[in-house]
């Protein structure tokens, strides 16, 4: 039995979704920006793509830009704006938690001037907006708080920080950084005080190298690419067309059935935190403290520590009989490197490497869950036996 439950470092592609690519790569695979019937064709899948995207988000289809996925979209939001509105400060805020396309962007801003706070979370993984009133300056430009947090999914108060924002600085922009959060959350930025939103297409059953950019149409943002001028000249190369389209059909099908699909989810993880709760001495990240079952935190996403046993070893372990996870640790080859994550929701040293994190899609079956749980149940007491002590 294969069972895949590595879904926030990418998902499946929907048929339909791939359907809709191989039709245009192989028959309708114009340049939009040509002037014949091709092009044509082509242009009109790029405005489906910008209105099916934009009726989700509640935002006008010209402040919708793709990207090359989640990363250049946190990269282009940041710098850019730093750029582009230096003359009013060099102050910018972010978390502990962010994902390392917003931590090294905001590493590199520091580099050539600019000065970062980064905020604190609880042990939840959640910012307290009183840190955040503290931290505003006159001189602050720029605000980025991921919605979802990629590996113990924590949901940020995303709402009321764009409030606290725009009350003590309407030209403080807020951009938020919902790759995890987009398609198992409804975002509305301009409710919500949001100048700019990255999200990815391979986290929403979309394809990989996509994304998009949310610029709120009053935005002042400086372009990193240059060249032939393609989206209002704000990110020129020629257009991913089949990423587009593919990205804007994932997301329809996604948001078409989202409260069976989330309703769905949060059961999924509520069964399966019920079973792991059954192996001695785990502990589950993340987690509200008056809400166990998983309520206020993603519905696709479960951190577990396991002592005695690191996580690499359970990792593969499960591997070997088909079960697909990640390691709850960044970890590199040749140099592991602990959480940043679990670090600061204040983790203990010796579970810092022992997190194994669990993420569902609406592929996610019972029986899945059923086989992963009799397998850790197995394989948990048999390898702590072979700890080294």
């Known amino acids: ?30 340049n939009p920006s040509s002037l014949h019937m091709k092009g044509v064709q082509a242009e009109s899948y790029l405005r489906y793509a910008k209105e099916t995207l934009a009726k989700i988000l509640k935002v006008n289809e010209k402040e919708i830009f793709f990207t090359s996925g989640g990363t250049e979209s946190d990269n282009m939001a940041l710098i850019g704006c730093a750029l582009a509105n230096s003359r ?38 959640r910012i307290s907006l009183s840190d955040l009133q503290k931290a505003m300056c006159p001189d602050t430009i720029l605000v980025s708080v991921m919605h979802t947090n990629n590996e113990i999914g924590a949901l940020q108060p995303i709402a009321e920080a764009g409030a ?16 995890q959060g987009f398609g198992k959350a409804k975002i509305y930025p301009k409710r919500m005080g949001i100048d700019l939103l990255s999200a990815s297409g391979h986290k929403i059953h979309g394809p990989k190298g996509v994304g998009l950019l949310y610029i709120g149409e009053r935005v002042k943002i400086q372009p990193l690419i240059y060249g032939g001028g393609q989206q209002m000249n704000l990110r020129s190369g020629t257009d991913n067309v089949p990423g587009a389209a593919g990205m804007a059909r994932a997301a329809e099908l996604l948001y078409e059935h989202y409260d069976e699909d989330m309703a769905r989810l949060y059961r999924c993880k509520k069964y399966f935190m019920d079973g792991v709760r059954k192996i001695e ?6 987690l509200l403290p008056d809400k166990p079952d998983g309520e206020g935190t993603a519905p696709h996403i479960v951190s577990v520590s396991v002592p005695g046993v690191r996580s690499e070893v359970l990792l593969h372990a499960l591997e070997e009989k088909g079960i697909y996870v990640s390691a709850g640790s ?15 929701i204040g983790v203990d040293k010796p579970l810092l490497e022992s997190t194994i994190r669990f993420s569902f899609s609406v592929y996610t079956t019972p029986e899945e869950l059923d086989y992963t749980l009799r397998e850790m149940y197995d394989k948990i007491p048999m390898l702590r036996k072979f700890t080294r002590r």
């Open 1 to 30: 039995m294969e069972v895949y439950l590595d879904n926030s470092a990418t998902t499946r592609v929907f048929p339909e979704v791939a359907e809709l690519m191989t039709k245009i790569m192989c028959e309708d695979y114009g």
């Open 88 to 125: 009013r400060g060099k102050h910018i805020i972010t978390t502990q938690i962010e994902h390392p396309a917003i931590l090294k962007t905001c590493a590199y801003l520091e580099s050539i001037g600019y000065r970062v706070t980064y905020l604190p979370v609880d042990a939840c993984g």
């Open 164 to 179: 606290l924002i725009k009350h003590m600085n309407p030209y403080t922009l807020f951009h938020v950084d919902a790759v």
């Open 281 to 286: 001495g785990v502990q589950i990240n993340g």
């Open 330 to 344: 960044a970890c590199s080859a040749h140099k592991p490197q602990p959480s940043a994550t679990l670090k600061a």
